[in-house]
């Protein structure tokens, strides 16, 4: 049989010691009826009951299920037969454990017990064994029980484990025998493989081995020998005797298996961690695996979920990035304020800000109170940069708000708009700018000169300047050549008069100059002397002269733009009447 075989041989053993041992028990119970006798006591009988209620009863430690304390509490078949001839008597049984032979013989000598309790007569001292006793109440085969893998045919070669003060066989080498303080001890020594082998009583071999789990033993019925199981008066006393052995006798087979049936049922099970894993080690580990699998998913998918967090935030950051972008959130209960990793690296700020709305930031920087503020679209700030340069940023705020409509959480974010600012300045000066030759165009120049006029109360002066003849540069040089007199001239002017004078072209080779301030006439025809002289415009090896003529309004007091253009145009219609490069100035007084 292999080794397996063996232990699942030895367990259902066990069961069948179980089963078996109540009706073999019960038939070998010498004398007992199937009917309970009614125990009679005669009158000295009641009267000796009455004088000794308290029966003080001994046994040895291990002895289950016979008799054992459990936790404190005395259990076992003799426990509850007590207990029977305790109600059918009156005595009061008090019990006192012995952890070994000697300690059990002491009480004894002692005249401390009067009883002593289911002890095999094969295990009984020589004292002991010639004191009177009663009918017993408990037979059992002797079962061997050994170690697997021992070889029943040769038991001689291997160590028997017995009970301390116990006989040793004479056919058995004392050196190869092994002595243990009480049955369970002897048992769980063969278990463990300290000795080879036992005899013992097949109810304790059922109830230890189901305790205990049992599983490197396997038990052998013997048919050689008996335990019997009585109990022992420890003084000659006729009437316990006589009430005792009467009370036994009074047992029926069918209370004596309930009691053994009743403690069968109830052995509590030492579950241990081997006991468990060689009952379902295959459960077990199909249910490891499971758990395995599972949680390697899981471990899979928080993994996955992670990256994928990560990825997103990631592709977040670099969106915010890339979009100038620069996130921000505010704790309104707690007052504070958390910025981006982005938002840190561009702003002279630290990333978190504990009790914002007293921080010197928010004292300071009026700017950056702006960021609390709920539900701010689209306003426009300008901050500091870390490196010293300010930016404009639109700032964008939502707020989650309570039940109560409050604002519990701001986010919000900064976007950079400096660039598309400039772009639109640029655009916007571009619209201004005359293309070819960068003075302003007609409208802004007749605009600012409005503006100017509306605005002056001085003595102010319009120039209106044409070239003369450049019809005949275009025509005779080619249309790049009146493109570049045109720049030039127009050159000539800005550094004829000043930053603040309004220098534009007003047509094809027209331009049109207001100054404000006191301008005296002397200035103006400073100015005219100035421009009157002849232009030279070269190009390769092309040479134009270039002259002009000019009509010049000096007002006194404010006017009109629209009346100053045509009195300005009107002088310079003269001026051109005079012959070319020459000025005509009109005085408004
Ligand atoms: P006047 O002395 O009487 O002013 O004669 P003019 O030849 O200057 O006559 P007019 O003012 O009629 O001529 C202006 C010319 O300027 C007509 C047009 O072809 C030319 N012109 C207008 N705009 C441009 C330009 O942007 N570039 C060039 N090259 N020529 C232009
Ligand atoms: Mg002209």
């Known amino acids: 049989m292999s080794k397996r075989g063996y232990r699942i041989f030895a367990l259902l053993s066990v069961f069948f010691c179980l089963s078996s041992m109540i009706s073999q ?24 009951v009455n004088a000794h209620p308290i029966i ?22 003799l426990k509850n037969i007590l207990e029977e001839i305790s109600f059918q008597t009156g005595f009061e049984f008090r019990y006192t454990e012995a952890d070994n032979r000697d300690m059990l013989s002491a009480m004894a000598n002692n005249q401390e017990i009067d009883l002593i309790g289911a002890i095999p007569s094969q295990y009984l001292s020589e004292a002991l064994h010639n004191k009177h006793r009663t009918k017993p109440f408990l037979i059992s085969d002797t079962t061997l029980f050994m170690r697997i893998g021992v070889d029943a045919s040769k038991l001689s070669d291997y160590v028997l484990a017995l009970i301390s003060g116990s006989q040793v066989p004479e056919d058995i080498d004392k050196s190869k025998v092994k002595f243990y303080n009480c049955r369970e001890a002897v048992l769980n020594a063969v278990e ?8 013992a009583n097949e109810f304790s071999i059922a109830y230890y081995s189901i305790k205990n789990g049992y599983k490197n033993v396997m038990s052998i019925p013997q048919n050689k020998d008996i335990h019997e199981y009585f109990l022992i008066y420890i003084n000659e006393d006729e009437k316990l005797i006589s009430i005792i052995d009467k009370a036994i006798e009074s047992l029926s087979i069918i209370d004596l298996q309930s009691i053994i049936l009743q403690n069968a049922s109830q052995i509590e099970r030492n579950i241990s961690w081997e006991t468990v894993m060689y009952l379902y080690a295959t459960q077990i580990i199909l249910i490891a695996l499971v758990v395995m699998i599972i949680l390697s998913l899981l471990l899979l998918l928080i993994y996955q979920s992670r990256k994928q967090y990560k990825r997103h935030t990631e592709q977040h950051r670099l969106l915010t990035r890339i979009s100038g972008e620069y996130i921000y959130e505010y704790d309104v209960k707690k007052d504070i304020l958390i910025l981006s990793d982005e938002t840190v690296n561009i702003l002279n700020i630290p990333k978190r800000i504990e009790a914002f709305k007293k921080s010197e930031f928010f004292q300071k920087n009026s700017e950056l109170r702006e960021l609390i503020h709920t539900d701010k679209a689209g306003s426009e700030l300008s901050l500091v940069l870390k490196n010293g340069d300010a930016e404009i940023f639109r700032l964008i705020n939502s707020a989650i708000r309570n039940k109560k409509q409050e604002p519990d959480y701001i986010v919000g974010k900064l976007i950079n708009i400096s660039e598309e600012k400039q772009r639109l300045h640029d655009l916007r000066i571009k619209a201004q700018i005359d293309g070819l030759t960068g003075l302003y165009n007609s409208d802004t120049t007749r605009t600012l000169i409005k503006q100017a006029c509306e605005s002056s109360s001085d003595t102010s002066a319009l120039f209106i ?39 534009g072209r007003i047509g094809g080779d027209e331009f049109c100059i207001f ?70 100035i009109h005085l408004i007084s």
């Open 192 to 199: 463990k493989g300290m000795a080879d082998y036992c005899y």
């Open 25 to 48: 028990t019960t038939a070998s119970v010498n004398g007992m009826s199937d009917q309970k006798t009614p125990i009679l006591l005669t009158k000295d009988e009641q009267q000796y």
């Open 465 to 503: 300047i044409d070239i003369d003849k450049f019809k005949n540069i275009n025509d005779s040089y080619g249309h790049p050549m009146g493109d570049k007199v045109l720049t030039e001239i127009a050159l000539s002017l800005k550094k004829c008069f000043r930053d603040i004078d309004i220098v």
């Open 515 to 584: 100054m404000s301030g006191n301008i005296t006439q002397n200035l103006v025809k400073e100015k005219c002397e100035q421009l009157r002289r002849v232009h030279t415009v070269s190009e390769y090896d092309d040479y134009v002269f270039v002259t002009l003529s000019i009509g010049v309004v000096l007002s006194k007091e404010y006017a009109k733009f629209e009346d100053l253009y045509k009195i300005a145009d009107e002088a310079l219609y003269k001026a051109k009447q005079n012959g070319f490069n020459g000025y005509h």
């Open 56 to 77: 003080n009863i001994a046994f040895m430690t291990g002895s289950a299920p016979i008799i054992f304390s459990e936790n404190g509490e005395i259990k076992g078949i």
